[in-house]
């Protein structure tokens, strides 16, 4: 089909046939690193004292691309008085077997409520930290849980 040579300046002026945009780049795709608490005992804002002790199990998925010589754990921290502080009691940490599945962590605040430096806040706050460890001696944080806070 042939159009005058009218017809066919109508249409590159309207730009009818052609487009000038150019594609919009695909984000790039976020990490899924997951830590999920299953169960939490005592519950987030129930009363708890020097020997109670916190029971959780977690379930983690490390994304398909993530990459660590060192390995990964999984860490129950608790805030301390400094707001950019946090730290663990005994029995705190779980070195993670395989890129999926649940771990279970207990802590008595025993191990933690009277410490000094740093000290714990009160009331007792804490998260669980799913970490990519870097070194023999370091890690950073790849995902964690919203913070529980208990009753004193």
Same mark, same amino acid.
Request: with cysteine.
């Given at each position: 089909?042939?159009?005058?040579?009218?017809?066919?300046?109508?249409?590159?002026?309207?730009?009818?046939?052609?487009?000038?945009?150019?594609?919009?780049?695909?984000?790039?795709?976020?990490?899924? /690193?997951?830590?999920?608490?299953?169960?939490?005992?005592? +519950?987030?804002?129930?009363?708890?004292?020097?020997?109670?002790?916190?029971?959780?199990?977690? *379930?983690? /998925?490390? !994304? !398909?691309?993530?990459?660590?010589?060192?390995?990964?754990? =999984?860490?129950? #921290?608790? #805030?301390?008085? *400094?707001?950019?502080?946090?730290?663990?009691?005994? /029995?705190?940490?779980? =070195?993670?077997? *395989?890129?999926?599945?649940?771990?279970? @962590?207990?802590?008595?605040?025993? $191990? @933690?409520? !009277?410490?000094?430096?740093?000290?714990?806040?009160?009331? @007792?706050?804490?998260?669980?930290?799913? #970490?990519?460890?870097?070194? +023999?001696?370091?890690?950073? =944080? @790849? +995902?964690?849980? $919203?913070?529980?806070?208990?009753?004193?």
């Amino acid at each position: 089909m042939r159009f005058g040579a009218g017809l066919t300046l109508t249409f590159a002026l309207l730009g009818c046939g052609e487009t000038d945009e150019t594609p919009t780049p695909t984000p790039p795709v976020a990490s899924k /690193n997951e830590l999920t608490i299953a169960t939490l005992t005592p +519950a987030a804002g129930a009363l708890v004292s020097r020997s109670t002790t916190v029971t959780a199990t977690l *379930n983690y /998925n490390l !994304d !398909d691309s993530e990459k660590s010589e060192y390995g990964y754990r =999984v860490t129950l #921290q608790f #805030q301390s008085t *400094n707001p950019s502080t946090t730290f663990s009691g005994s /029995n705190g940490t779980v =070195v993670l077997p *395989n890129r999926k599945g649940t771990v279970s @962590i207990s802590t008595p605040l025993s $191990s @933690i409520w !009277d410490r000094t430096n740093p000290a714990p806040l009160h009331p @007792i706050t804490c998260y669980f930290y799913l #970490q990519r460890l870097t070194s +023999a001696t370091s890690s950073e =944080v @790849i +995902a964690k849980t $919203s913070a529980i806070t208990f009753t004193e």
